[in-house]
């Protein structure tokens, strides 16, 4: 039985034992914080089907929605640290503490070990709007007095606080709609019910068949998917938002453990068949080991506080 086959709940507890020279001896769960058949949920089981074969036993996948897909993390909070309990991490971790006080510290309760891939996000209208680049819509945000209004998937979203940013930055004046999902914001922004959307890659199919324009991307460079759509950095605003997703384990894990996980993830990540879905489902080949992520978890949760601060959100 494949990965994808078993459930979280097939995992021997009493396997999990902490020899961490015989690691893995048990199937190892890793949860991914949003629904089953999103794109985060088919990018894992890619990924979770490569990460066994490196380990030698399965990497079964469990589904926990909800709370901004911080619910992965509050799980590592009573996981055993042998390392058979894991979580994808969203870059949601690194932000909702200071909005909502979560019960985690992103600081002290968590191993981290390696960064798997990120999001690309665009800003794009309607192919039927008048505005053919980002200037023209700023132009038009400017004259019109708030008449802009964007959706994204959520408030305070990395697609909302790019925007807000991106509106404090060039004086453009635009209302924030936020939606349960990018497929609501993109059926609104169709439907000319909003102006604009910042949206992942769930747009493409919609840009390739000529129904939505893409005005600019807010990655550090252009996107593979629409090379001819130019970064905010590119427009002359410094505004990059690539979301990475990594996976990490509770504090306290065994460096061994943490070493066997960082080796097979690599593998993982760079075996053509996972390096193939990445971009076919549209987003970024991102890696960091465990160094690396330790360091850009510390950088993201500082840096997430004063961008929160900047759009005036209430800081805990």
């Known amino acids: 039985m494949t990965a994808i086959g078993l459930l979280a709940t097939d995992l021997p507890a009493a396997a999990q034992g902490g020899n961490a020279a015989s690691y893995p001896n048990a199937p190892v769960k890793l949860i ?5 058949g999103g794109v985060t949920d088919i990018m894992g089981r890619l990924f979770a089907e490569q990460a066994g074969k490196r380990l030698g036993q ?35 971790t690194f932000r909702m503490p200071h ?14 070990i390696s ?11 309607n192919s039927n709007s008048p505005w053919m680049n980002m200037s023209d819509l700023i132009a038009y945000a400017k004259k019109s007095n708030g008449a802009v209004s964007y959706g994204t998937p959520g408030a305070n979203s990395s697609q909302h606080i790019g925007m807000a940013q991106l509106g404090v930055q ?13 497929a609501d914001a993109i059926s609104a922004l169709l439907g000319n019910h909003i102006q604009a959307v910042v949206s992942s890659s769930s747009i493409l199919p919609y840009v390739n068949s000529g129904k939505i324009r893409v005005l600019a991307s807010l990655g550090d460079v252009r996107s593979p998917d629409l090379p001819n759509a130019p970064t905010l950095k590119e427009q002359g605003f410094p505004i990059v938002h690539t979301s990475p997703m990594g996976i990490a ?34 987003m970024s080949a991102i890696y960091m080991n465990a160094a690396d ?24």
């Not at 991914?32 to 089953?36: D, R």
């Not at 960064?115 to 209208?125: D, K, M, R, T, W």
């Not at 004046?173 to 349960?180: A, C, L, N």
């Open 32 to 36: 991914v914080p949003y629904t089953a």
């Open 58 to 92: 399965p990497v079964i996948i469990e589904n926990k929605t909800g709370a901004n897909g911080t619910l992965g993390g509050v799980q590592m909070l009573s996981a055993d640290p042998a390392g058979y309990s894991l979580t994808m991490l969203p870059i949601g």
């Open 99 to 112: 909005i909502t006080g979560a019960q985690f510290n992103p600081l002290k309760d968590f191993t981290y």
């Open 115 to 125: 960064v798997i891939s990120g999001f690309n996000y665009y800003i794009a209208v």
């Open 170 to 182: 060039a004086k453009a004046d635009w209302t924030h709609v936020p939606f349960k999902g990018d």
């Open 249 to 282: 384990g509770p504090k306290g894990m065994d460096p061994t453990v943490v070493k066997k996980l960082e080796t097979a993830f690599r593998e993982a990540y760079k075996d053509p068949e996972y390096q193939a879905g990445l971009k076919k489902l549209g």
């Open 293 to 316: 992520y330790t360091k850009y978890a510390t950088e993201t949760f500082n840096g997430e506080r004063e961008a929160l601060k900047s759009m005036g959100v209430e800081v805990k």
